[in-house]
């Protein structure tokens, strides 16, 4: 049992690692993000299971805390169960995403697909109609990126061989990342030292 364990750790480490291949692209993601929300836009996060919880995690950490005292910024994961249930009932799961971004979404804003496949129907319509609608995309991917590969303005693709959970772990990483680089661009060691209170608001 020990030994698998360890086994289990190795494979997350590497898998992990692999962000190293991927710097410039995390930065111009963070980048894009600190434009979108300093011109007064906000982020629209989707993915199934798992990854709906990743979205929630990446909304959350933005419109709460992460690392330093600052104000909220705007993200929404499209996980309203309401609104889930309407749509996947009256006219079926693979429109749900895509309605929410029909619903919530402006030109400026940017939409994030969060899936280890790539292939989720109801992401690949979502990113359809966020393009239409003018949002900028982005994708976290996993193995081969599936239908969703090539498709975003910038995507992150984990392409280990591994199961769904090391990659969802991969993402999750990356995403703590970016949300530092962007309260890093947005506010700098000014808002540790002077609280949210003192720094201006954005949006």
Do not use: W, Y
Not at 35 to 46: H, Y
Not at 116 to 134: D, F, I, Q, Y
Not at 156 to 170: G, N
């Amino acid at each position: 049992m020990q030994q698998k364990i360890l086994d289990s750790v190795e494979e997350a480490i590497e898998v992990i690692t692999g962000l190293r291949r991927h710097v410039a692209t995390l930065e111009h993601c963070a980048q894009d993000i600190t434009d979108c929300f300093l011109a007064g836009g906000k982020l629209l996060i989707a993915g199934n299971g798992g990854s709906l919880c990743d979205a929630m995690h990446f909304a959350e950490e933005l419109t709460g805390f992460f690392r330093q005292k600052r104000p909220a910024l705007p993200a929404l994961a499209l996980a309203d169960p309401g609104h889930l249930s309407c749509v996947g009932n009256d006219v079926g799961f693979e429109h749900v995403f895509s309605r929410g971004v029909e619903a919530f979404g402006k030109k400026g804003d940017i939409f994030i697909a969060l899936t280890t496949s790539g292939r989720s129907e109801n992401l690949v319509r979502a990113l359809k109609t966020a393009k239409k609608m003018g949002l900028k995309t982005l994708t976290f991917l996993g193995k081969g990126g599936g239908t969703l590969k090539g498709q975003a303005d910038l995507e992150l693709l984990i392409e280990a061989d591994v199961h769904s959970d090391r990659i969802q772990e991969a993402h999750m990483t990356a995403i703590h990342i970016l949300i530092e680089m962007v309260e890093h661009l947005m506010f700098g060691k000014a808002a540790a030292h002077l609280g949210a209170e003192n720094v201006a608001c954005v949006g």
